[in-house]
Each structure stands twice: as C-alpha cells, then as structure tokens.
C-alpha cells in the first residue's frame, strides 16, 4: 500500500483546509485509516480516524468540532476537512493506514504511512 497525502499549505488563523490522501492497493476499503501529525520538536500525535465504512470517526479532543474526516472507498481516498485553524495546528499531517487492528489512536497500530504534508497557521 503506497499513500500519497496532499492539499497543505499556508493559511491564516481562523481558515480552512483539506487535505487527501489517496492510497494505491487493494486493502484501502477494509483498513481503518487515519490523521497524525507533527510539530516540530514534538511526538507524532493521532489527530483523527475512520473506519472501514465510514461510519464511525474517532477524534482526539483538540481537534472535535473543527476537523471532519471523510472517505471515499471508490476512490480509495480519505480526506480531512480543517475548519477554524488555529497557529497550534501547525505541523506535518500524515495520512496511514490499518488493517490488523489496535487502537486507533496509537500510531503502532498503523501498517502504512504517507510522506507529510506540511500545514502552516499563522497569527
């Protein structure tokens, strides 16, 4: 499975981003897939999760309410839609992908990762 994440960038505090991640391989539609990201001098911190439907979504505190997690089995692509940024949401967002199970919020349960995306908020 490769992962290729997109859509970061530059934006002011308050604005919005998307970011996708399209996957190559045929495990997309039965792995939980998910968002972490990394400050810099800080440890990869899980940001957000779905299941293989996509029925259910999983968010870590900081980011409920601002952020959306979608995906597109068709597409194999997951997307995550960031409202109200703020400057403490910089970092490099990478997308990863889990088909054995664990906790989705641990970044050892992820098989697969993509190469980053840098996502800068400025004051």
């Known amino acids: 499975v490769q992962l290729q994440a997109s859509g970061g960038g530059l934006v002011q505090a308050g604005g919005s981003l998307r970011l996708s991640c399209a996957a190559s391989?045929?495990?997309?539609?039965?792995?939980?897939m998910g968002w972490f990201r990394q400050a810099p001098g800080r440890e990869r911190q899980f940001v957000t999760a779905i299941n293989w439907r996509g029925s259910s979504t999983f968010n870590a505190d900081s980011v409920k309410g601002r952020f959306t997690i979608a995906r597109d089995n068709a597409k194999n692509t997951v997307y995550l839609q960031m409202n109200s940024l703020k400057p403490e949401d910089t970092a490099v967002y990478y997308c990863?992908?889990?088909?054995?199970?664990?906790?989705?919020?641990?970044?050892?349960?992820?098989?697969?990762w993509g190469q980053g995306t840098l996502v800068t908020v400025s004051s």
């Open positions: 391989g045929r495990t997309f539609s039965s792995s939980v």
């Open positions: 990863a992908s889990a088909s054995r199970g664990g906790s989705y919020s641990d970044a050892s349960s992820y098989d697969y």
